[in-house]
């Protein structure tokens, strides 16, 4: 069964930087893009990053531009999330999302909190 373990969260100062892990098992990840989400209290659940099977295209919600990078490694089943220049507003719970034969996988999702 596919399974999405995301790893990383934390408390960060504003400013400061984290990276987030997800590792991915049951499923064979190397062909499928893969999605970076976050959720905000008391907001509703929003697309942060993607990128596809082979790393060849990537997109960013446009208030993360520039600031945070999407990769994989497919050797290790993983896909990352650097997160740099963190401010109060990213802070949220952070899920990895694939798409397998129309249906939406969720980790359980990493909690990020920007705070001084």
């Known amino acids: 069964q596919v399974q999405l373990v995301e790893s990383g969260g934390g408390l960060v100062q504003p400013g400061g930087s984290l990276r987030l892990s997800c590792l991915a098992s049951?499923?064979?990840?190397?062909?499928?893009?893969m999605s970076w989400y976050r959720q905000a209290p008391g907001k509703g659940r929003e697309l942060v990053a993607f990128?596809?099977?082979?790393?060849?295209?990537?997109k960013y919600a446009d208030f993360v531009m520039g600031r945070f990078t999407i990769s994989r490694d497919n050797a290790k089943n993983t896909v990352y999330l650097q997160m740099n220049s963190l401010k109060p507003e990213d802070t949220a719970v952070y899920y990895c999302k694939v798409v397998k034969s129309m249906v939406d996988y969720w980790g359980k999702g990493t909690l990020v909190t920007v705070s001084s």
């Open positions: 049951g499923f064979s990840f190397g062909y499928y893009s």
């Open positions: 990128i596809a099977s082979d790393s060849g295209s990537t």
